[in-house]
């Protein structure tokens, strides 16, 4: 009996494991149809569809939209035909690169040419075409090119001490994207005018230099010297604005290459909270900037000894190519004497941001690397003041920083090493003033400053303090109060206006003593421009708190005699 009802339990459990199993098994494949029509979704989504859902902002660092498609069967078709173009495009490129060469050779070198130059049997590859949309009468291609090529390229280098090397540059690794532009169209074959082709974006270029039978290393400099002729000579002749015209048809296609279209106004104001990179003491910053990383466009302040919050106020000039495309870049730096400097961070700007005539005060936070935009360490900030100023446009503004207008009659004659006291010297004396006046400086007010004492109160007063020469006024001391009034206006007479800077400090006022409790710093370029403007300021080196203040100009020119 007892098998019985053991072999009837059995086959009752075994039933119901089977349509337990059974079960489960067309629950999980709905999921996976569902998964699947999930994934397939998403493979029919566009950019701008993944864009909507999520974004772009909280996607990892690894994924990346591209709108460039794909070109493999440009590749494909470049590689059959690749030694043929070695051929012909060996002896072009090697008798259009050469006096470039030469006029970039540095002064340790008495000529650079090319012994041999193929460019190998690996071809480029093209991993994306892409079309740049605009409102201008032509047709703009980018081209996405990965070239990791085994060219063989030697050159014949002869220095100054009459030493002749044969070097050879190998291992080289290229990604850029180049930039086609079929402007302007007409209405004849094949209906554009020219071709304008720029290296729009140099993402990677890597190679290595080797004296054939030798070392390079055994001759000081020669190396670096030549790295750095061909870094810049690519920068200069090809790297974006800059472009190569190519007419197709007959016609005047001047208005299609490079022209300036403005200068940049850079004050370089200070930096907090740099990383410090030094074992004893604190770092010596300086800082690098450029829009163009060529050796003769690069600006180069002053290094501030022991100072992880370094106050420059320093006025740089760049001029502008191309507004809607190009960068600040900066680069700071800590001075470690004859060893090579360490980077600190860096940062950089877009320009397509500044508005004409209009002086933009910034934060930039400083990264590690430029290509990495997602850099969670506090490397510290700058502080800058931008100005943009077009040329050729009459909108009734004028640049401060202007040579016509910050130099003397004297200083512009000595510049010039011409000139003489006759009627048109004269006049230009009178056209020529210096940037000094009065600043009026109301401190209106503060709002959340943080607790200073025991009870969780402040006895807070402001000191103003002009940098260059000292001058000192301070408010009065408002008792218990993190949100004081004070209302007082005080003037100080500014000799140097765009050269000068007004420090503001709060303090507590103890019985025996007072305590720091924050600062602003602020240069004079906005006012200048503004003529006067109030404003809400964060206060630096506090938990909390903003300091308002109004802040006016009185012009006083004063004329000097040459």
């Given at each position: 009996?007892?098998?019985?009802?053991?072999?009837?339990?059995?086959?009752?459990?075994?039933?119901?494991?089977?349509?337990?199993?059974?079960?489960?098994?067309?629950?999980?494949?709905?999921?996976?149809?569902?998964?699947?029509?999930?994934?397939?979704?998403?493979?029919?989504?566009?950019?701008?569809?993944?864009?909507?859902?999520?974004?772009?902002?909280?996607?990892?660092?690894?994924?990346?939209?591209?709108?460039?498609?794909?070109?493999?069967?440009?590749?494909?078709?470049?590689?059959?035909?690749?030694?043929?173009?070695?051929?012909?495009?060996?002896?072009?490129?090697?008798?259009?690169?050469?006096?470039?060469?030469?006029?970039?050779?540095?002064?340790?070198?008495?000529?650079?040419?090319f012994s041999r130059l193929t460019l190998g049997t690996v071809a480029p590859q093209f991993t994306g075409v892409s079309v740049i949309e605009d409102e201008s009468d032509g047709?703009?291609?980018?081209?996405?090119?990965?070239?990791?090529?085994?060219?063989?390229?030697?050159?014949?280098?002869?220095?100054?001490?009459?030493?002749?090397?044969?070097?050879?540059?190998?291992?080289?690794?290229?990604?850029?994207?180049?930039?086609?532009?079929?402007?302007?169209?007409?209405?004849?074959?094949?209906?554009?005018?020219?071709?304008?082709?720029?290296?729009?974006?140099?993402?990677?270029?890597?190679?290595?230099?080797?004296?054939?039978?030798?070392?390079?290393?055994?001759?000081?400099?020669?190396?670096?010297?030549?790295?750095?002729?061909?870094?810049?000579?690519?920068?200069?002749?090809?790297?974006?604005?800059?472009?190569?015209?190519?007419?197709?048809?007959?016609?005047?296609?001047?208005?299609?290459?490079?022209?300036?279209?403005?200068?940049?106004?850079?004050?370089?104001?200070?930096?907090?909270?740099?990383?410090?990179?030094?074992?004893?003491?604190?770092?010596?910053?300086?800082?690098?900037?450029?829009?163009?990383?060529?050796?003769?466009?690069?600006?180069?302040?002053?290094?501030?000894?022991?100072?992880?919050?370094?106050?420059?106020?320093?006025?740089?000039?760049?001029?502008?190519?191309?507004?809607?495309?190009?960068?600040?870049?900066?680069?700071?730096?800590?001075?470690?004497?004859?060893?090579?400097?360490?980077?600190?961070?860096?940062?950089?700007?877009?320009?397509?941001?500044?508005?004409?005539?209009?002086?933009?005060?910034?934060?930039?936070?400083?990264?590690?690397?430029?290509?990495?935009?997602?850099?969670?360490?506090?490397?510290?900030?700058?502080?800058?003041?931008?100005?943009?100023?077009?040329?050729?446009?009459?909108?009734?503004?004028?640049?401060?920083?202007?040579?016509?207008?910050s130099m003397t009659s004297l200083e512009r004659v000595l510049e010039d090493g011409s000139g003489s006291e006759?009627?048109?010297?004269?006049?230009?004396?009178?056209?020529?003033?210096?940037?000094?006046?009065?600043?009026?400086?109301?401190?209106?007010?503060?709002?959340?400053?943080?607790?200073?004492?025991?009870?969780?109160?402040?006895?807070?007063?402001?000191?103003?303090?002009?940098?260059?020469?000292?001058?000192?006024?301070?408010?009065?001391?408002?008792?218990?109060?993190?949100?004081?009034?004070?209302?007082?206006?005080?003037?100080?007479?500014?000799?140097?206006?765009?050269?000068?800077?007004?420090?503001?400090?709060?303090?507590?006022?103890?019985?025996?003593?007072?305590?720091?409790?924050?600062?602003?710093?602020?240069?004079?370029?906005?006012?200048?421009?503004?003529?006067?403007?109030?404003?809400?300021?964060?206060?630096?080196?506090?938990?909390?708190?903003?300091?308002?203040?109004?802040?006016?100009?009185?012009?006083?020119?004063?004329?000097?005699?040459?």
């Amino acid at each position: 009996m007892s098998f019985v009802v053991g072999l009837i339990i059995g086959i009752t459990l075994g039933f119901a494991l089977i349509a337990a199993f059974v079960r489960s098994e067309r629950a999980r494949s709905k999921r996976r149809v569902a998964l699947a029509t999930v994934v397939a979704a998403f493979a029919r989504m566009t950019r701008e569809d993944s864009t909507k859902l999520l974004a772009p902002e909280y996607y990892p660092s690894w994924v990346v939209f591209s709108q460039r498609q794909k070109l493999t069967w440009l590749n494909s078709h470049l590689t059959k035909i690749w030694p043929h173009v070695d051929e012909a495009a060996s002896e072009l490129i090697k008798a259009n690169v050469e006096p470039i060469l030469e006029q970039y050779r540095p002064i340790v070198l008495s000529s650079l040419t090319f012994s041999r130059l193929t460019l190998g049997t690996v071809a480029p590859q093209f991993t994306g075409v892409s079309v740049i949309e605009d409102e201008s009468d032509g047709i703009t291609l980018e081209l996405e090119v990965n070239w990791d090529g085994n060219p063989s390229i030697i050159l014949d280098v002869k220095t100054r001490l009459g030493v002749s090397l044969p070097v050879q540059v190998k291992n080289i690794a290229f990604t850029g994207v180049f930039r086609l532009i079929f402007k302007p169209l007409v209405n004849v074959f094949p209906c554009f005018g020219a071709v304008s082709f720029s290296l729009r974006e140099k993402k990677k270029m890597d190679f290595t230099l080797k004296v054939v039978g030798g070392d390079i290393s055994a001759i000081p400099g020669v190396a670096d010297a030549l790295e750095s002729t061909i870094h810049d000579a690519v920068e200069d002749s090809i790297t974006w604005p800059v472009r190569k015209v190519i007419p197709i048809l007959p016609g005047d296609y001047s208005d299609l290459e490079l022209k300036p279209m403005g200068t940049l106004e850079v004050k370089l104001v200070q930096a907090q909270n740099l990383t410090n990179k030094d074992f004893i003491g604190k770092s010596d910053p300086f800082a690098k900037l450029y829009i163009r990383p060529l050796r003769s466009g690069t600006k180069t302040s002053k290094v501030i000894d022991n100072d992880l919050n370094p106050v420059w106020n320093e006025h740089f000039e760049f001029v502008v190519d191309d507004i809607s495309t190009q960068h600040l870049t900066l680069k700071v730096y800590d001075d470690d004497g004859l060893n090579s400097s360490e980077l600190i961070g860096c940062v950089q700007y877009k320009l397509s941001q500044l508005d004409p005539g209009k002086v933009k005060d910034v934060w930039l936070k400083l990264v590690k690397d430029l290509e990495i935009h997602r850099d969670n360490k506090d490397r510290g900030k700058v502080h800058l003041e931008l100005l943009y100023c077009p040329y050729g446009v009459g909108n009734g503004f004028t640049n401060p920083f202007s040579k016509s207008l910050s130099m003397t009659s004297l200083e512009r004659v000595l510049e010039d090493g011409s000139g003489s006291e006759d009627g048109d010297v004269v006049n230009l004396k009178k056209r020529t003033v210096i940037i000094r006046g009065v600043l009026s400086v109301t401190v209106i007010s503060a709002e959340d400053l943080p607790p200073a004492d025991f009870m969780g109160k402040a006895d807070p007063f402001v000191v103003l303090t002009m940098k260059k020469t000292g001058t000192k006024n301070k408010t009065r001391v408002v008792n218990e109060n993190l949100n004081p009034i004070w209302n007082q206006t005080f003037d100080f007479v500014v000799e140097d206006g765009l050269h000068d800077m007004l420090i503001v400090e709060v303090w507590d006022h103890d019985t025996f003593g007072k305590d720091f409790m924050g600062k602003c710093i602020l240069t004079l370029t906005r006012v200048i421009l503004e003529g006067e403007y109030k404003e809400s300021f964060q206060i630096e080196e506090a938990k909390s708190g903003k300091l308002t203040l109004n802040l006016k100009w009185l012009a006083q020119p004063l004329y000097r005699n040459s």
